[in-house]
């Protein structure tokens, strides 16, 4: 793989499994000095670890994200241990889907702490750490369900559609400091985090209505990430990458 993110430094929160492990992986082998964020210490550890084994370059970053001081540590610690700040990826999230009739405050609370406010404390901090000239990347990991409806799914879909409207003022506002920023919008695709909500009949179905014929997986949605990270993308920001084999811009 070619090495063009070769020297950057680049946190991802939530990397202990799924889709942010993913990244990870793929940003290391591209050359990147990735820290990898997560709660749990064991995920951490074995994420480090399987990037290294396949000759990458990374370190743990075991911060609770969802306070202001603790995605401030985060980005302090990987500023510090790479010597520079490059990019962000936020990918964090804690989900819980509920009917409207039982959603209850405190499965509100959290999931705006982890999903919403950490993606602000995040791009704050971002954008503090990053180099006024050489500038830098924010990816915010939104969903499908920012765009179409589906069910007990209100807190969820509302808190990524405003990533969207963060995603844009944002990078209204640091566009002049050579921020990009953007975000990616992933279909279900089956990762750890998602286990508990899928089932066989329900993926067959998925795959039915995609117009790719197939259900995401998070390798797809990883280069989509990793795509708005590199160079690549040096003159996109503002944008939803909506990486979900076609199904929810299409009626099949």
């Known amino acids: 793989m070619h090495k063009d993110m070769e020297g950057r430094v680049i946190l991802i929160t939530g ?3 799924g889709i942010g492990r993913e990244a990870a992986r793929q940003m290391a ?5 990735v820290g990898v964020n997560d709660l749990k210490e064991e995920f951490v550890e ?3 670890r399987e990037i290294t084994d396949q000759g990458g370059k990374a370190f743990g970053v075991v911060q609770n994200i969802s306070t202001r001081e603790g995605i401030q540590a985060a980005v302090r610690q990987a500023a510090q241990v790479g010597g520079r700040f490059d990019a962000l990826v936020n990918n964090a999230a804690w989900v819980r889907y509920q009917a409207v009739p039982d959603i209850q405050p405190e499965t509100v609370d959290r999931m705006l702490d982890v999903g919403f406010k950490a993606v602000i404390w995040g791009i704050q901090a971002a954008a503090e750490a990053m180099d006024p000239e050489r500038g830098g990347a924010i990816v ?3 969903s499908t369900a920012a765009l179409r409806s589906t069910l007990n799914s209100v807190v969820y879909s509302g808190i990524k559609a405003g990533i969207l409207g963060i995603t844009r003022a944002a990078a209204a506002e640091l ?3 050579r921020i990009r920023v953007n975000a990616v919008c992933p279909s279900a695709v089956p990762t750890e985090g ?3 909500n899928r089932n066989a009949e329900r993926d067959a179905l998925r795959a039915a209505r995609t117009p790719l014929g197939r259900l995401g997986n998070v390798q797809d949605i ?3 990430i990793c795509f708005l990270v590199s160079d690549d993308a040096g003159f996109i920001t503002a944008q939803s990458l909506v990486v979900d084999g ?3 811009f299409t009626n099949i």
Request: no cysteine; proline share 0%.
């Open 29 to 33: 082998a591209r050359g990147a000095l």
């Open 140 to 142: 915010n990991v939104a």
């Open 46 to 48: 074995a994420a480090v």
């Open 246 to 248: 076609g199904v929810t």
């Open 175 to 177: 566009g002049a400091r």
């Open 15 to 17: 990397a202990g499994n």
């Open 194 to 196: 998602t286990q508990r």
């Open 222 to 224: 990883a280069r989509g």
